[in-house]
């Protein structure tokens, strides 16, 4: 037994007087630090939680048709959108007590202090969830002391300046899920191809085992791990009081499916058509490449997906899956200019070039229209009649030549109509018409309808001889659908930026060029193509013989076709539709290239207009529709063999009636009369002879 003297009892009470007085002074220290750390941090200005986001493309029809990213696939969306799910089995595995805490789990500090010491590592995390998003805003990954220190001072400043309810939200659009999704909505989008508030329990406590690491417990690279991970998660919710110990079981062996790569790819819808649209936003509306591609926007465009998807399937049924041959289609809403489709090739893998937009070609026979009208303007008449015949025009004063000829060298060797000639697509009738109205004035025409392209004055122009683009051609069309009025085309409706604040909105104009009238009339004659019964088989057929079938409503258009290019263009007054066909590197046709623009737009126009009202072109006051007969260009009989309700401006109508075809049957009963006459006194004669030989 140990016996202390005075002097030592003494100076042990000293000793722990002064313990415990060392103590009381390093506690008040402590608070004091702690008390000048939490008002330091409270004084500050509240860290901003602003971060990246994923800028979302969407159709007219509300559908995602795009995003871009930096990398970090990211939508965010309030907790109230999350869906209970994924709240619960995030707060189970990652911060059961985050409601509790003002930022430290000092219990689960504790334990991984110790057990760090035990193992000299720092293998041992104790985050809570403020302290993880404090990390994912401001900091980066490395398992260092001063990054534990840093982590913890901004957890401190976001527990003081933010709701608990505004650090869940954050924390949860912030964590990475793998394969560039940031936040749980980007991770619900990619795993299962659904909205975060949408999940099911399993699927929820699947995806937030990911974030432990998203490179080992991805269905995608081990669907396995990734279920042995959701079991402890579901494990960690039974314990939390989330589910029962009979749910857990129950969700654990509920089966998941999970989208192929295909069913992902598929998600990129009409990337040429995305294309024109970063390049308006960026080179028109001069919006900042930063801020496109990671501000969070909301981009809404006029593309029509369901009618996308359309022009794609005719496209790929009518072009195979392999070839040179390249082709672009547009469909504009002719009131608008809205471009509700757009194909710039057969396959944007392969070749991003956009011939829809970028590519120029020879229209060919479509740009007969311009020409016509301006006839019209000049006072000619769909009844106007030129001689289509094998001719060689002079200009330049005689110093150049030009001979053009019909399809199959075959003329009617006869005069015909305008209306005639539009609907068989005769080019010995526009060069004449052509030449009649003067080259300067197709050129000016056409830049009025919206051919911006540089035009070459000669004779060819008639018969589409310079190049323009598809997207122009088919836009200057526009002005036929809806009464005569120039429209741009346009692909962007409306952006909204990650606020909800309206950055533009588009207001689509409409300027009135064209006379209704003439336009009412030209809408007539563009009919043409369309009715097989003007076609004469003995010259030509009109060259909308071979789809007339698929339509039973009003419908205008015009083909064209040369040696490299093969077009369709044509409309309704709610849709116009434009395609091309040809090859990139000026390669001549091959025998049945020609015939694919006019197939893949009437299949495609057939399936677009299917459920739209039938709808016809409108005849104005000063128009007046009369049955003429197409060839002849007269008032039509009943003797005439075809006849054709056709528009006219008043006062311009023919007034004389068709007789030729009344003469013919004149004619014919002449005939038949004299070959009846000429029997009869062959008859007499006869008779005549047999009784002159009885009598002798």
């Given at each position: 037994?140990?016996?202390?003297?005075?002097?030592?009892?003494?100076?042990?009470?000293?000793?722990?007087?002064?313990?415990?007085?060392y103590?009381?002074?390093?506690?008040?220290?402590?608070?004091?630090?702690?008390?000048?750390?939490?008002?330091?941090?409270?004084?500050?200005?509240?860290?901003?939680?602003?971060v990246?986001?994923?800028?979302?493309?969407?159709?007219?029809?509300?559908?995602?048709?795009?995003?871009?990213?930096?990398?970090?696939?990211?939508?965010?969306?309030?907790?109230?959108?999350?869906?209970?799910?994924?709240?619960?089995a995030?707060?189970?595995?990652?911060?059961?007590?985050?409601?509790?805490?003002?930022?430290?789990?000092?219990?689960?500090i504790?334990?991984?202090?110790?057990?760090?010491?035990?193992?000299?590592?720092?293998?041992?995390?104790?985050?809570?969830?403020?302290?993880?998003?404090?990390?994912?805003?401001?900091?980066?990954?490395?398992?260092?002391?001063?990054?534990k220190?840093?982590?913890?001072?901004?957890?401190?400043?976001l527990?003081?300046?933010?709701?608990?309810?505004?650090?869940?939200e954050?924390y949860?659009?912030?964590?990475?899920?793998?394969?560039?999704?940031?936040?749980?909505?980007?991770?619900?989008?990619?795993?299962?191809?659904?909205?975060?508030?949408d999940?099911?329990?399993?699927?929820?406590?699947?995806?937030?085992?990911?974030?432990?690491?998203?490179?080992?417990?991805?269905?995608?690279?081990?669907?396995?791990?990734?279920?042995?991970?959701?079991?402890?998660?579901?494990?960690?919710?039974?314990?939390?009081?989330?589910?029962?110990?009979?749910?857990?079981?129950?969700?654990a062996?509920?089966?998941l499916?999970?989208?192929?790569?295909?069913?992902?790819?598929?998600?990129?819808?009409a990337?040429?058509?995305q294309?024109?649209?970063?390049?308006?936003?960026?080179?028109?509306?001069?919006?900042?490449?930063?801020?496109?591609?990671?501000?969070?926007?909301?981009?809404?465009?006029?593309?029509?997906?369901?009618?996308?998807?359309?022009?794609?399937?005719?496209?790929?049924?009518?072009?195979?899956?392999?070839?040179?041959?390249?082709?672009?289609?547009v469909?504009?809403d002719?009131?608008?200019?809205?471009?509700?489709?757009?194909?710039?090739?057969?396959?944007?893998?392969?070749?991003?070039?956009?011939?829809?937009?970028?590519?120029?070609?020879?229209p060919?026979?479509?740009?007969?229209?311009?020409?016509?009208?301006?006839?019209?303007?000049?006072?000619?008449?769909?009844?106007?009649?030129?001689k289509?015949?094998?001719?060689?025009?002079?200009?330049?004063?005689?110093?150049?030549?030009?001979?053009p000829?019909?399809?199959?060298?075959?003329?009617?060797?006869?005069?015909?109509?305008m209306?005639?000639?539009?609907?068989?697509?005769?080019?010995?009738?526009?060069?004449?018409?052509?030449?009649?109205?003067?080259?300067?004035?197709?050129?000016?025409?056409?830049?009025?309808?919206?051919?911006?392209?540089?035009?070459?004055?000669?004779?060819?122009?008639?018969?589409?001889?310079?190049?323009?683009?598809?997207?122009?051609m088919?836009?200057?069309?526009?002005a036929?659908?809806?009464?005569?009025?120039?429209?741009?085309p346009?692909?962007?409706?409306?952006?909204?930026?990650?606020?909800?604040?309206?950055?533009?909105?588009?207001?689509?104009?409409?300027?009135?060029?064209?006379?209704?009238?003439?336009?009412?009339?030209?809408?007539?004659?563009?009919?043409?193509?369309?009715?097989?019964?003007?076609?004469?088989?003995?010259?030509?057929?009109?060259?909308?013989?071979?789809?007339?079938?698929?339509?039973?409503?009003?419908?205008?258009?015009?083909?064209?076709?040369?040696?490299?290019?093969?077009?369709?263009?044509?409309?309704t007054?709610?849709l116009?539709?434009?395609?091309?066909?040809?090859?990139?590197?000026?390669?001549?046709?091959?025998?049945?290239?020609?015939?694919h623009?006019?197939?893949?737009?009437?299949?495609?126009?057939?399936?677009?207009?299917?459920?739209?009202?039938?709808?016809?072109?409108?005849k104005?006051?000063?128009?007046?529709?009369?049955e003429?007969?197409?060839?002849?260009?007269?008032?039509?009989?009943?003797?005439?063999?075809v006849?054709?309700?056709?528009?006219?401006?008043?006062?311009?109508?023919?007034?004389?009636?068709?007789?030729?075809?009344?003469?013919?049957?004149?004619?014919?009963?002449?005939?038949?009369?004299?070959?009846?006459q000429?029997?009869?006194e062959?008859?007499?004669?006869?008779?005549?002879?047999?009784?002159?030989?009885?009598?002798?």
């Amino acid at each position: 037994m140990e016996v202390l003297t005075r002097t030592q009892y003494r100076k042990k009470k000293r000793l722990w007087r002064r313990l415990f007085q060392y103590s009381i002074l390093f506690i008040a220290l402590g608070l004091g630090v702690a008390a000048a750390v939490v008002t330091y941090a409270y004084q500050m200005e509240a860290p901003t939680l602003s971060v990246p986001e994923t800028t979302v493309i969407y159709s007219s029809n509300d559908d995602v048709i795009g995003e871009m990213h930096y990398g970090q696939n990211r939508h965010w969306i309030p907790l109230e959108h999350m869906g209970d799910a994924i709240i619960e089995a995030t707060l189970a595995i990652e911060d059961r007590r985050f409601y509790d805490h003002y930022g430290f789990d000092f219990f689960r500090i504790g334990g991984a202090v110790v057990t760090n010491l035990r193992t000299s590592s720092m293998a041992q995390g104790a985050s809570t969830i403020t302290q993880q998003y404090a990390r994912n805003l401001y900091l980066s990954h490395d398992k260092t002391w001063s990054r534990k220190w840093n982590e913890a001072f901004y957890a401190l400043r976001l527990e003081l300046h933010y709701p608990k309810n505004e650090i869940l939200e954050g924390y949860l659009n912030t964590i990475y899920y793998g394969h560039g999704a940031y936040g749980i909505e980007a991770a619900a989008n990619l795993y299962f191809q659904k909205n975060a508030e949408d999940l099911t329990i399993a699927e929820a406590a699947l995806l937030a085992g990911i974030p432990k690491g998203p490179s080992i417990y991805s269905p995608f690279i081990n669907e396995d791990r990734a279920k042995e991970r959701q079991e402890i998660v579901l494990y960690s919710m039974a314990e939390s009081g989330f589910i029962s110990q009979s749910q857990m079981e129950s969700l654990a062996s509920e089966p998941l499916t999970f989208p192929t790569n295909d069913d992902i790819k598929a998600k990129k819808i009409a990337p040429y058509f995305q294309d024109e649209v970063m390049k308006w936003l960026t080179n028109d509306f001069s919006l900042d490449p930063a801020l496109l591609e990671s501000g969070g926007l909301e981009i809404h465009t006029t593309l029509d997906s369901d009618l996308q998807k359309m022009a794609e399937k005719w496209v790929s049924e009518k072009l195979g899956e392999e070839g040179e041959l390249q082709t672009a289609l547009v469909a504009q809403d002719p009131q608008n200019g809205k471009v509700r489709a757009l194909i710039g090739g057969r396959d944007y893998e392969e070749s991003e070039f956009n011939r829809a937009t970028q590519a120029k070609r020879h229209p060919g026979s479509t740009f007969k229209p311009f020409l016509y009208y301006a006839a019209l303007e000049n006072g000619l008449r769909p009844n106007s009649m030129l001689k289509s015949e094998e001719t060689i025009f002079l200009f330049d004063e005689g110093r150049g030549e030009y001979d053009p000829g019909n399809f199959n060298h075959r003329y009617a060797d006869d005069y015909i109509t305008m209306l005639h000639a539009l609907a068989v697509s005769d080019n010995i009738f526009a060069v004449k018409t052509h030449f009649l109205l003067g080259f300067e004035t197709l050129k000016h025409t056409a830049h009025r309808f919206g051919i911006e392209s540089e035009l070459e004055l000669l004779p060819s122009l008639a018969l589409g001889a310079s190049d323009v683009g598809i997207l122009e051609m088919t836009n200057s069309y526009n002005a036929f659908a809806n009464g005569g009025y120039r429209v741009k085309p346009h692909f962007v409706e409306k952006v909204v930026d990650r606020d909800g604040n309206i950055l533009y909105e588009a207001e689509p104009t409409q300027e009135k060029r064209f006379n209704p009238d003439l336009i009412s009339v030209m809408n007539n004659m563009m009919q043409g193509m369309f009715e097989p019964e003007m076609s004469d088989p003995s010259y030509a057929y009109v060259t909308g013989d071979s789809i007339s079938q698929y339509f039973d409503r009003p419908i205008a258009g015009k083909s064209g076709s040369n040696e490299k290019n093969s077009w369709m263009i044509g409309y309704t007054p709610q849709l116009i539709t434009g395609v091309w066909v040809g090859y990139d590197r000026g390669k001549d046709l091959e025998p049945g290239d020609a015939n694919h623009p006019k197939a893949i737009w009437a299949r495609f126009m057939q399936e677009a207009l299917q459920d739209e009202m039938k709808l016809p072109f409108e005849k104005t006051d000063n128009v007046v529709e009369i049955e003429i007969n197409p060839i002849t260009g007269l008032l039509a009989t009943e003797d005439c063999p075809v006849s054709r309700p056709t528009y006219f401006y008043a006062g311009t109508e023919p007034t004389e009636y068709c007789t030729v075809h009344i003469e013919d049957d004149e004619k014919e009963e002449d005939r038949v009369f004299d070959k009846h006459q000429k029997k009869e006194e062959e008859k007499r004669e006869k008779w005549l002879d047999r009784f002159l030989d009885w009598i002798n």
